[in-house]
Nanobody, 121 residues
Framework: QVQVAESGGDSVQAGGSLRLSCAAS????????FTWFRQTPGREREGVAA????????YYADSVKGRFTISKDNARNILYLQMNNMKPEDTATYFC??????????????WGQGTQVTVSS
């Protein structure tokens, strides 16, 4: 049984940093692709960063380029999202999603429960 769990959400002031973690059990990190999504009420879910294990590439939404970094620790089976220079518009519930590579655009098979990030000005 696959389980995905995010952690690290918190409240920070604008300009601050947070690191989110995603622990997935029951699936092979080496052959799965991972994406961090975020969602706020009334808005569509947004993919902010992805790690494509099949070719080692990464993707970042324009809104987070240069501020967020996605990384993966294969030995510990943990995916990270380092968020620096955070802005109030980064406030959202962040979700970790996983699927076999190449992944679908949004309809990933495995999802965590989400972790709340709040950035105050």
């Amino acid at each position: 049984q696959v389980q995905v769990a995010e952690s690290g959400g918190d409240s920070v002031q604008a300009g601050g940093s947070l690191r989110l973690s995603c622990a997935a059990s029951g699936l092979a990190y080496a052959s799965n692709c991972f994406t961090w999504f975020r969602q706020t009420p009334g808005r569509e879910r947004e993919g902010v960063a992805a790690f494509f294990t099949d070719d080692g590439s990464t993707y970042y939404a324009d809104s987070v380029k240069g501020r967020f970094t996605i990384s993966k620790d294969n030995a510990r089976n943990i995916l990270y999202l380092q968020m620096n220079n955070m802005k109030p518009e980064d406030t959202a519930t962040y979700f970790c999603a996983a699927d076999v590579c190449p992944p679908p655009t949004t309809d990933y098979e495995f999802w965590g429960q989400g972790t709340q990030v709040t950035v105050s000005s």
